[in-house]
């Protein structure tokens, strides 16, 4: 099901985030570019990309190495199993050493949680039912 | 996504959003602003919590909406950025009135969401 004593499925991950890190490295298979913007870091590693990761290319081995810092359950999580069952990638534990500063340093950690910063927005309205109507709208907009 | 509405007599009621809508179809942005609204387990109580987090509890909204005049309402929207439906989002706001009373945006988002709230309504919308 996987390769080396270390390795496992993303399945059996915690749906959220990792703790600690993981290294995937797979051999370039188109079978699992799964978005055009990550296709260059190809394979296995593009798809971990896709799902926040991080990936990169060795030229000189022909593989690609990434550090997955976050995976959460989407439909990606399945084809990338596959792969890792099928022994096309494996999927292994990393000491913390070797993960990128972003995921030891908390400062690099909340630099990245800033960009994800909420803004709050108080709108205020002469009827009672506007901004219930304002609401649906957005919701609306939402659905779209 | 909470509204806020103070009836005629003066009292006071909180509205919190219902709707069930999975992280993956919320947009991004501004309209993260207002449509990428933060459902973090897309919960009515997960509205409440968020806004929560960011010191908007149900007593500050109470307060809040109790200094509003009778029989007047107002929405509390948690966002995220950046948005890629900015325009959309302004354009189907344009003309529903309300002002903008707090926020933490960028002052020109800020107007410009404001300015699409005051706008007058097109013809035929």
């Given at each position: 099901m996987t390769h080396g004593g270390a390795s496992q499925t993303l399945t059996s991950m915690p749906s959220k985030r990792l703790r600690g890190g993981f290294s995937l490295t797979s051999k370039n298979d188109s079978r699992l570019t799964p978005a055009p913007a990550a296709s260059s870091a190809g394979g296995a590693c593009a798809q971990a990309a896709f799902l926040q990761g991080e990936a990169s290319f060795d030229g000189t081995k022909g593989v690609h190495h990434c550090v997955i810092e976050a995976c959460r359950a989407k439909e990606g999580d399945a084809s990338l199993n596959e792969f890792v069952r099928s022994g096309t990638a494996r999927l292994s534990r990393i000491p913390p050493t070797r993960l990128p500063s972003s995921a030891v340093d908390p400062k690099a950690a909340n630099s990245k949680k800033e960009n994800k910063i909420s803004n709050l927005v108080v709108v205020a309205f002469d009827e009672p039912h506007q901004a219930e109507e304002v609401r649906l709208k957005l919701q609306k907009l939402q659905n779209e | 996504m909470v509204v806020a509405v103070k009836d005629k007599v003066g009292k006071a009621k909180l509205h919190h959003a219902t709707n069930l809508i999975p992280d993956d179809m919320v947009f991004q942005g501004f309209c993260g602003s207002l449509a990428s609204l933060i459902f973090h387990n897309a919960t009515t109580g997960a509205a409440s919590r968020a806004l929560a987090d960011v010191g908007i509890n149900d007593h500050f909204m109470k307060t809040f909406t109790s200094m509003?005049?009778?029989?007047s309402s107002a929405l509390f929207v948690l966002t995220r950025t950046p948005t890629p439906s900015k325009d959309r989002l302004l354009e189907e706001l344009r003309g529903l009135g309300g002002k903008v009373l707090m926020t933490s945006l960028s002052h020109e988002d800020a107007s410009r969401l404001q300015a699409a709230l005051s706008a007058p309504k097109l013809a035929g919308s």
């Open positions: - | 509003l005049t009778l029989g």
